[in-house]
C-alpha cells in the first residue's frame, strides 16, 4: 500500500522546484552577463580593427600621394638635367665657336699686327712665329702663343680671348723661365706683351704696370694700350 502524500512533502517538492528554477535563472543570467561582456569585446575589437583599416587607408593614400610626388619630382628632374645637358652642348658650340673665334683673332689680326706695333715701339720684328714649344727635364714645359724675334731682342705674346690677372701672371712667370727653356736667346733683350679681344681696365693696368706690352682690339684694328713713356720690363 502507497504512503499518503503530505502537505509538508508538496511544500518541500515546491521549495525544490522554486530552488532549482531560481538556480536556472542566476546561471542564466550569468551566462547573458558574460555573453554580452563577450559582445562588448568583440565590438571594440571590430571598432578597433576597423580603426586600425581606416589608419592603413590613410597610410596608403599618404604613401601613393608621396610617390606620386615622388614621380613627378623625377621627370622634374630629369627634365632639368636635360635641359642642363643643352645647355652645356650649347656651352661647348660656343666654346668652339670661341676657340675659332680666338685662331681667328691670332692669325688675322695678333700675328701681322705685331710686326707693325712693335716697330713702333723701336723693336724691328724679322719673324713672327706661332705656338713655339720646349721641354725641359722633369716634365718641364713651355709654349709661347707669339714669339717675335729681331736681331737683338725678342718678343714673347700671351693670346686670350679675355685676359684675367691669373693669365699675366702666368706669362709673367713665363718670362721668368724663358731663357732656360730657351738658352739660344740668352743674349738677346727679351719683353713680354699679351693680347686679347676683350680685357677688363683692372687687368689692363696691372699688366702696364709689371712692364708688359697690352695689346687689344680696337674695332678691326688692334692698339697698343701702353702710354708713349711706358718703360718695358726686360728680362
Known amino acids: 500500500m502507497s504512503q499518503a502524500v503530505t502537505f509538508d512533502d508538496v511544500w518541500k517538492m515546491f521549495q525544490e522546484m522554486v530552488r532549482e528554477d531560481r538556480e536556472r535563472r542566476t546561471a542564466l543570467d550569468q551566462r547573458m552577463q558574460e555573453t554580452g561582456l563577450q559582445i562588448r569585446e568583440v565590438t571594440a575589437q571590430m571598432r578597433e580593427t576597423d580603426r586600425k583599416m581606416q589608419e592603413t587607408d590613410r597610410k596608403m593614400q599618404e604613401t601613393d600621394r608621396i610617390m606620386r610626388e615622388t614621380d613627378r619630382q623625377m621627370r622634374e628632374t630629369d627634365r632639368q638635367m636635360q635641359e642642363t645637358d643643352r645647355k652645356m652642348r650649347e656651352t661647348d658650340r660656343k666654346l668652339d665657336r670661341l676657340g675659332s673665334r680666338l685662331g681667328e683673332f691670332v692669325e688675322g689680326m695678333v700675328a701681322p699686327g705685331c710686326k707693325i706695333l712693335f716697330t713702333q715701339w723701336g723693336i724691328p720684328v724679322h719673324k713672327v712665329s706661332r705656338r713655339v714649344e720646349a721641354d725641359l727635364p722633369g716634365g718641364r714645359h713651355m709654349e709661347i702663343d707669339l714669339f717675335v ?18 693669365d699675366v ?15 739660344e736667346y740668352a743674349d738677346k733683350r727679351a719683353v ?7 680685357i677688363e681696365e683692372h687687368v689692363r693696368r696691372f699688366a702696364i704696370h709689371q712692364g708688359l706690352f697690352v695689346i687689344e682690339q680696337a674695332g678691326d684694328t688692334l692698339r697698343m694700350a701702353n702710354a708713349a713713356d711706358f718703360e718695358p720690363r726686360t728680362w
Do not use: C, Q
Not at 149 to 166: I, R
Not at 192 to 198: I, P, S
Open 169 to 183: 701672371r702666368e706669362h709673367l712667370a713665363r718670362m721668368g723661365e724663358f731663357k732656360e727653356f730657351f738658352p
Open 149 to 166: 724675334v729681331n736681331s737683338d731682342a725678342v718678343a714673347l705674346v700671351e693670346v686670350k680671348s679675355k685676359l684675367t690677372v691669373e
Open 192 to 198: 713680354g706683351a699679351v693680347a686679347a679681344m676683350v
